[in-house]
């Protein structure tokens, strides 16, 4: 049986099925969607239009250097040759690093598939250029690796959160200024990157049989006296 029709042959009108509120819904969050981009967007055209030749070079070296997350397994290597806490820090977080990397190539980017910028519309400066990767945009898998790294091994090692942390900053930021990222791709590869960090967490803090976690390995301190 067909659906009751008006005169210009549509089925609009108090016949027609209730699709409820939620078109209105789909509605209201495409046109928020759709300002977020804006605001990405112009974000970006800002970053790209600021000339800043004193920092061009060196966030172009800190991208190059962040690739397969090479100042991660750098900084890991230090710490592993560095006492029992700071290994447990680094093999932490380095598993952090893989989960974040899975999830952002894996996952994220095969999901979302958004285009890289145009970074030649934008006019962003040769002098900051770097390879245009082939991968989808979004989310940041540089942000996301080196964010799960820094925060990792933040809460293993305190010593380390605050300058981990900036120099995870500064690989986003330069993602940005080099031209191959949205800001939005660097604030959802954070979070997957903090995600990723409290997943290797409890991993690693789990109970494992014949195994003891970096939790209960760690040393514990007696109590002081009355």
């Not at 962040?66 to 230090?78: F, Q, T």
């Amino acid at each position: 049986m067909t659906e009751p029709t008006n005169a210009d042959g549509d089925t609009s009108g108090p016949l027609a099925p209730d699709t409820g509120p939620a078109r209105p819904r789909r509605r209201a969050l495409t046109a928020v969607l759709g300002d977020l981009r804006a605001v990405d967007g112009a974000l970006y055209a800002a970053v790209a239009a600021t000339s800043t030749p004193t920092l061009d070079r060196t966030l172009r070296r800190l991208s190059h250097a962040a690739d397969h997350s090479k100042v991660s397994l750098a900084i890991a290597a230090v710490l592993a040759l560095s006492g029992a806490r700071p290994r447990r820090a680094a093999l932490v977080g380095m598993g952090a690093v893989a989960v974040a990397s899975a999830s952002a190539n894996v996952l994220g980017k095969r999901l979302v598939r958004r285009a890289r910028p145009d970074r030649e519309a934008a006019r962003v400066t040769v002098d900051r250029h770097v390879p245009m990767p082939a991968s989808a945009s979004f989310p940041s898998g540089h942000t996301a690796s080196a964010v799960a790294f820094a925060t990792a091994v933040g809460v293993v090692l305190p010593a380390a959160a605050v300058p981990l942390g900036a120099l995870a900053s500064a690989v986003g930021y330069a993602r940005v200024h080099v031209g191959v990222h949205y800001p939005g791709d660097v604030a959802a590869g954070a979070v997957l990157g903090i995600a990723s960090a409290a997943a290797a967490l409890a991993a690693a803090a789990a109970p494992v049989p014949g195994v003891r976690s970096f939790r209960s390995a760690a040393p514990v301190s007696s109590p002081a006296p009355g």
